[in-house]
């Protein structure tokens, strides 16, 4: 029987990156983000290796994230892996400058959307318990601030500590969970952030070497599939070429 690994956010990035790992290893995917036509192109790609089921989810829906997992068929209604991925930075600008809607947003995908997604499938992984693994993909912003971070750091803090938590309530229970928190990768990540300005994404990953979402599905691959006895608690990782910078000091 396969294993199966439920990833939010697959239609781009990290977790289109991830859905194509685990397929080459013969895991079967569920797979859902906002949009559908690229969720059916990925299918189509992947369905030949592996089982692969498609819903087009917003995280931020409490009540169409339960009735997807309730409703998962064999051989998906079994889920051994859930990477919570779906995840998004607006308003790169100073805190004073954004719109509350971004604000709400950051956390109402981040945060509450993390939580809906992780409460409707712990059920799930604990059906099986030893091995399985919650995956929660967390940045360097939510442990080290940075201008225009405001928002969008403290919801990945919150992913870090959410993780910290459920470990402590399912150590006994065989279910690992683990915040990877990645740097700098391009992806489609700053196009989001800014409004869809490619010439800002583009200046921000030039002439330097960014992580790829490859760099990222490797990492969350070789958590999940680690010895049933290891928990990675925190997987920082940066480009090599990024580091922190000195603290900032106003100056008359
Ligand atoms: N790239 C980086 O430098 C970086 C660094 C650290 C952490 N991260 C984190 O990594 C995760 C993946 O980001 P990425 O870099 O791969 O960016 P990306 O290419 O923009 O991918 C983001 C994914 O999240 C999905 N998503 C966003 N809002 C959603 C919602 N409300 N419901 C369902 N899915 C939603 C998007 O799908 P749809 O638009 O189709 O819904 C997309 O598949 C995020 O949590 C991000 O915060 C990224």
């Known amino acids: 029987m396969s294993k199966v690994a439920f990833i939010t956010g697959a239609t781009s990035g990290f977790g289109r990156a991830t859905a194509r790992r ?82 709400h947003t950051m956390i109402d995908t981040n945060v509450t959307g993390l939580v809906n997604v992780t409460h409707a499938v712990l059920p799930k992984l604990l059906e099986i318990g030893k091995g399985t693994s919650i995956i929660n993909i967390g940045s360097v912003a939510g442990e080290w601030p940075y201008p225009g971070g405001h928002v969008y750091g403290a919801s990945k803090a919150f992913v870090k500590q959410f993780s910290f938590n459920l470990r402590c309530d399912l150590v006994s229970t065989g ?24 010439a800002a994404s583009d200046a921000l990953y030039g002439s330097t070497t960014p992580l790829t979402a490859e760099d990222i599905a490797e990492q969350i691959f070789y958590v999940a599939t680690l010895p049933d006895h290891i928990n990675i608690n925190r997987l920082e990782i940066m480009p090599s070429r990024q580091a922190w910078s000195p603290f900032a000091i106003d100056r008359d």
């Open 22 to 103: 685990f397929a080459e290893a013969g895991w079967a995917l569920v797979l859902s983000g906002r949009r559908l036509e690229r969720l059916e192109e990925l299918k189509a790609e992947l369905q030949d290796k592996v089982p692969v089921h498609i819903a087009a989810l917003d995280v931020r829906d409490a009540a169409a994230v339960k009735a997807l997992v309730d409703g998962l068929q064999a051989p998906f209604d079994r889920i051994d892996v859930l990477v919570n991925n779906a995840g998004l930075a607006l308003a790169p600008e100073a805190a004073q400058k954004v719109a509350l809607e971004d604000w």
């Open 175 to 198: 279910v690992r969970v683990t915040d990877i928190a990645p740097g700098m990768a391009e992806t489609e990540f700053t196009l989001v952030r800014t409004k869809g300005n490619q």
